[in-house]
């Protein structure tokens, strides 16, 4: 089998934006990409309008005349999507590079309007085509592309299962660092050679703190730290500040992706893409050990 693409929300949406009907609403809430992005909210984003599907996709899609203004732009981004990413499957042949011989995809990847860039959630992954991001440069659509599908596998393979966020230690926290180190960091790493053949590393901060060697070595002694940080007196109870450290992580400086792709770099030229894939199998933890003991010779 292989991933399937999905057009069908971002389709009505645009039909919504240009009719005004409200009754594009219900239909695009019927969606298994609305049930997709809503069940990410439900898990991931509770302070949303997550009443039912239909509130959460009213949401995403009102004020009417706030959205219209982007209808060119999305339309433009939906033709893109179709010829360079559905028809080539070169995302999703990119992403299987760095997944185990054996793995098949079984899910799709849903194009909709209005949520996140682009999230994963058990099989499936989906794409935001309203995303300013796409915008000013269409062609990251396709990195994104990558980085999302690649998170469907990772998260088939570790079978369908995602850390909580209600965590309320730090044993807690730091089973979730590991886990989003190795997942972003994944997903970070995976298209950064088409980046670099594509010269499309200065586009997106992630990739311009890579190639920065002073900057990306004071990320990697920052993230240790604060990695070192919870695995001490793992079963105190969490505190604000605690949570600040997770915002350097993640939104702040983004360092788990950063340092995530870092890692997953220095084992795929030292220890090889076999060694690297099969990781994904095994414990988050094992991940950020075997950068560790590359580290030590």
Same mark, same amino acid.
């Given at each position: 089998?292989?991933? &399937?693409?999905?057009? #069908?929300?971002?389709? !009505?949406?645009?039909?919504?934006?240009?009719?005004?009907?409200?009754?594009?609403?219900?239909?695009?809430?019927?969606?298994? @990409?609305?049930?997709?992005?809503?069940?990410?909210?439900?898990? $991931?984003?509770?302070?949303?309008?997550?009443?039912?599907?239909?509130?959460?996709?009213?949401? !995403?899609?009102?004020?009417?005349?706030?959205?219209?203004? *982007?209808?060119?732009?999305?339309?433009?981004?939906?033709?893109?999507?179709?010829?360079?990413?559905?028809?080539?499957?070169?995302?999703?042949?990119? %992403?299987?590079?760095?997944?185990?011989?054996?793995?098949?995809?079984?899910?799709?990847?849903?194009?909709?309007?209005?949520?996140?860039?682009?999230? %994963?959630?058990?099989?499936?992954?989906?794409?935001?085509?309203?995303?300013?991001?796409?915008? +000013?440069?269409?062609?990251?659509?396709?990195?994104?592309?990558?980085?999302?599908?690649?998170?469907?596998?990772?998260?088939?393979? *570790?079978?369908?299962?995602?850390? +909580?966020?209600?965590?309320?230690?730090?044993?807690?926290?730091?089973?979730?660092?590991?886990?989003?180190?190795?997942?972003?960091?994944?997903?970070?790493?995976?298209?950064?050679?088409?980046?670099?053949?594509?010269?499309?590393?200065?586009?997106?901060?992630?990739?311009?703190?890579?190639?920065?060697?002073?900057?990306?070595?004071? $990320?990697?002694?920052?993230?240790?730290?604060?990695?070192?940080?919870?695995?001490? &007196?793992?079963?105190?109870?969490?505190?604000?500040?605690?949570?600040? *450290?997770?915002?350097?992580?993640?939104?702040?400086?983004? !360092?788990?992706? #950063?340092?995530? @792709?870092?890692?997953?770099?220095?084992?795929?030229?030292?220890?090889?893409?076999?060694? !690297?894939?099969?990781?994904?199998?095994?414990?988050?933890?094992? $991940?950020? *050990?075997?950068?560790? &003991?590359?580290?030590?010779?």
């Amino acid at each position: 089998m292989s991933l &399937n693409y999905d057009f #069908i929300f971002v389709e !009505l949406a645009i039909k919504f934006l240009e009719i005004g009907d409200v009754e594009y609403l219900q239909k695009i809430a019927e969606s298994k @990409a609305a049930e997709h992005i809503f069940n990410h909210a439900l898990r $991931f984003n509770p302070g949303m309008p997550i009443g039912s599907t239909l509130e959460f996709v009213t949401h !995403l899609l009102t004020p009417l005349d706030k959205h219209r203004e *982007k209808l060119q732009q999305v339309t433009k981004n939906l033709d893109y999507a179709k010829k360079h990413i559905a028809s080539t499957r070169i995302a999703e042949n990119i %992403a299987l590079q760095f997944l185990p011989d054996n793995f098949v995809f079984f899910g799709s990847m849903f194009f909709t309007f209005g949520y996140d860039i682009g999230v %994963a959630f058990g099989k499936n992954c989906s794409l935001n085509l309203a995303h300013s991001i796409f915008s +000013s440069n269409i062609e990251e659509m396709k990195y994104y592309a990558i980085h999302e599908i690649h998170h469907a596998g990772f998260i088939t393979l *570790k079978e369908g299962y995602m850390p +909580s966020l209600q965590v309320s230690t730090r044993k807690d926290m730091l089973r979730l660092i590991e886990y989003l180190t190795h997942l972003e960091g994944m997903g970070t790493y995976v298209p950064l050679e088409i980046r670099k053949q594509e010269n499309a590393m200065n586009t997106d901060r992630d990739y311009i703190a890579l190639q920065n060697s002073d900057q990306l070595n004071s $990320f990697v002694k920052e993230y240790f730290e604060i990695y070192d940080y919870f695995k001490d &007196n793992l079963n105190e109870a969490l505190t604000d500040y605690d949570w600040y *450290k997770i915002g350097v992580l993640s939104d702040i400086k983004r !360092l788990w992706y #950063i340092v995530g @792709a870092h890692m997953a770099k220095a084992i795929d030229k030292r220890l090889g893409r076999e060694k !690297l894939t099969g990781l994904i199998c095994e414990s988050p933890e094992n $991940f950020i *050990k075997t950068y560790l &003991n590359l580290e030590e010779y």
